[in-house]
Structure formats: C-alpha cells, structure tokens
T-cell receptor, first 112, second 115 residues
C-alpha cells in the first residue's frame, strides 16, 4: 500500500523568499508525480508534473524528483500572498497509473 | 472548455439521513473519480470509473456508499444513513483516458457536514 507523506505540515514565508516543500513515497516503482494546489473551499489545480529523475519547471514552480531516495520536492520562486494555499503531492505507480495517492498536504502562508 | 462541475456545494445532514452528490466531468474524459477529503487531510480515493464501468471501488464503504455512472458521462455518489465520520469534502475528478497517466482535473467539491 503506497504511503505518501509531506513535510512540513505548515510553512510561513515572506513574499519573495523561496518556499520549499517535501514529499516522500514508499513504492519504489512509482513513476508519476504531480503537485497540486488547493485554495480554501476550492478544487485542486495541477502545478507541475514530473515522470523522471531530475528537475521540471513550470513558471515559478519547480519539482525535483529523486526516485532512489523516494523523494520529490516543490520549490516556489518569488511566492506571492496569492500562493497561500494547501499544496498536495500526488503519486502513482506504473502498475496502476490511475490509482493516485495523495499526501496530507503542506499549508503555505505567504506574508506580504 | 467547461471544467468539472459538482453540486451541491454544501450539504448539512443529521445522522441517519441520505444524501446524493452529482458530478459532470469534462466532456470527452472517459475516466471519473470520486475522492473523500476529511478536514486537514489529503484526498482519499473512493471509486473510479471508465465510461460506465466501475474499475475500482475497493475503498468505497459498500454498506452505505454507492456510486453510478450509467451513461458514461455524469455520475452520482450516494450516502445512505450518513454518520458523523462521513463529514468531509467530496471531490470529483476526471481524466482523458484510463491508463494514460493523464492529469486529474478536479471540481470544487461538495462540503458535507453530518451533525
């Protein structure tokens, strides 16, 4: 059973400072990773998808994947107060790409 | 292009009452998912469909929960005899094609409170 854990649970940064979020997973065959953002009382929006080791950048959002260490991270460059939200890591494996397992989320607050 | 639409936005029930949630996925998406998201937790998969067929409902509490997608488009999730532990946001998502590792697109969810 895939386990996905995120850290920290909450994070406060000042506007313009880099924000870094972490996600660890338990299934070494996982090959499909996405970061979603969830604003209060709204659905999830996908920020970046990554499928192989290394780095993937989408605007101010960069994901880093290291499958040997069972770790994927998200870095937000120049965060704005509007980036304040819950960030969710989503993982699935090659054996079942449609069974997506989410972490518990990191609540990010960006102070002006 | 319209996104995933869910209704109602909110529901408040007494224990023992029944409730239904409705989802209209993105047009052309063959795969539809229902997730349960308790407060301060990540979404947890309940069931997913390809067209009208259930692919996996192993996490659906079958004694009180049921889900259908009769024509392979819209879907309904129903809770019979709701319990306080069912309090959560129920999210519907769709993706283009089963097995293709496509992005999931989510609706805004239905926030359920069971008193």
């Amino acid at each position: 059973q895939q386990k996905v854990q995120q850290s920290p649970e909450s994070l406060t940064v000042s506007e313009g400072a880099m924000a870094s979020l972490n996600c660890t997973f338990s299934d070494g065959t996982s090959n499909n990773f996405r970061w979603y953002r969830q604003h209060s009382a709204k659905g999830l929006e996908v920020l970046v998808s990554i499928f192989s080791d290394g780095e993937k950048e989408e605007g101010r959002f960069t994901a880093h994947l290291n499958r040997a260490n069972l770790h994927v991270s998200l870095h937000i460059r120049e965060p704005q107060p509007s980036d304040s939200a819950v960030y969710l890591c989503a993982v699935s494996s090659a054996s079942n790409t449609n069974k997506v397992v989410f972490g518990t989320g990191t609540r990010l607050q960006v102070l002006p | 292009e319209a996104g995933v639409t869910q209704s109602p936005r909110y529901a408040v029930l007494q224990e023992g009452q029944a409730v239904s949630f409705w989802c209209d996925p993105i047009s052309g998406h063959d795969t539809l998912y229902w997730y349960q998201q308790p407060r301060d937790q990540g979404p947890q998969l309940l069931v997913y469909f390809r067209d009208e067929a259930v692919i996996d409902n192993s996490q659906l509490p079958s004694d009180r929960f049921s889900a259908v997608r009769p024509k392979g488009t819209n879907s309904t999730l129903k809770i019979q005899s709701a319990k306080q532990g069912d309090t959560a946001t129920y999210l519907c998502a769709s993706s283009l094609r089963l097995g293709s590792a496509e992005t999931l697109y989510f609706g805004s969810g239905t926030r359920l409170t069971v008193l």
